[in-house]
């Protein structure tokens, strides 16, 4: 019985130690040309970058600091959140990372004002 008792009390340690090892990496996996800005929430579909007003797109996605969906509304109105985005190709924003302290520490290409990025990012406009 003292066998099978140690048996299942090591098995169950090595199972949550897996289970731990797959949520101790502090950095989710961002893609790497999501461009980093100051996100303050302007409206129920609005998201204010870097000063700059943008439309969340039909089906974009904010993603919290623990991984989960959440919307705008359970936001609050007027903090500045740093955060990673992902535009699609009308320049509406498809998704957004609410960064971690540790992800923010990560390097990240800067969501800027100036006309160049924007020209680079949408040659048509």
């Known amino acids: 019985m ?7 009390l090591s098995l169950g340690l090595l199972l949550a130690s897996t289970v731990y090892a797959q949520y101790s990496d502090p950095v989710r996996p961002i893609p790497a040309n999501a461009p980093k800005a100051k996100m303050i929430v302007a409206g129920e579909r609005t998201l204010n970058l870097n000063g700059k007003d943008f439309m969340l ?8 600091e623990k991984n989960l969906s959440t919307v705008t509304t359970a936001l609050d109105n007027g903090y500045t959140y740093i955060v990673r985005v992902k535009f699609d190709s009308q ?6 990372w609410i960064l971690t302290a540790a992800e923010n520490e990560v390097e990240a290409p800067k969501l800027a004002g100036d006309s160049s990025f924007w020209q680079w990012l949408f040659p048509w406009l």
């Open 2 to 8: 003292k066998k099978l008792l140690s048996i299942a």
């Open 57 to 64: 797109a039909p089906g974009g996605v904010i993603v919290n």
């Open 91 to 96: 320049a509406q924003i498809q998704r957004v």
